[in-house]
Nanobody, 125 residues
Framework: QLQASGGGLVQPGGSLRLSCVFS????????IGWFRQAPGKEREGVSV????????RYADSVKGRFTISRDNAKNTVYLQMNDLRPEDTAVYYC????????????????????WGQGSQVTVSS
């Protein structure tokens, strides 16, 4: 299972960095996605990154503010979140893309699995 961490309470305009670790497996076998789910809303794709780390995609709502990256030597994928807004408040999850061979910049949660515990991000003054 994947484990997301690094969330917390931050004021609007602040920053957080989330980390995603895959226990028991090599993360570099997988394309990885970050997703979020706010109370009463559907799970939303935030960003994806391919296995080597040079292809990425962002949801329009976070483009220019969030940056996805990975360090395969540390078996970790990161989501740097800057200029946070109250509407970014959600539980953030990472997941592996089922198709490990073919890269696709999809943000469709149905294409991902190995969902683990998420990390709560709350943006509030």
């Amino acid at each position: 299972q994947l484990q997301a961490s690094g969330g917390g309470l931050v004021q609007p305009g602040g920053s957080l960095r989330l980390s995603c670790v895959f226990s028991g497996s090599n993360l570099d076998f997988y394309h990885i996605g970050w997703f979020r789910q706010a109370p009463g809303k559907e799970r939303e794709g935030v960003s994806v990154i391919n296995r080597p780390g040079f292809n990425t995609r962002y949801a329009d709502s976070v483009k220019g503010r969030f940056t996805i990256s990975r360090d395969n030597a540390k078996n970790t994928v990161y989501l740097q979140m800057n200029d946070l807004r109250p509407e970014d408040t959600a539980v953030y999850y990472c997941a592996t893309r089922r198709n490990r061979v073919v890269w696709s910049a999809t943000l469709d949660a149905a294409q991902f699995d190995n969902w683990g515990q998420g990390s709560q991000v709350t943006v509030s003054s």
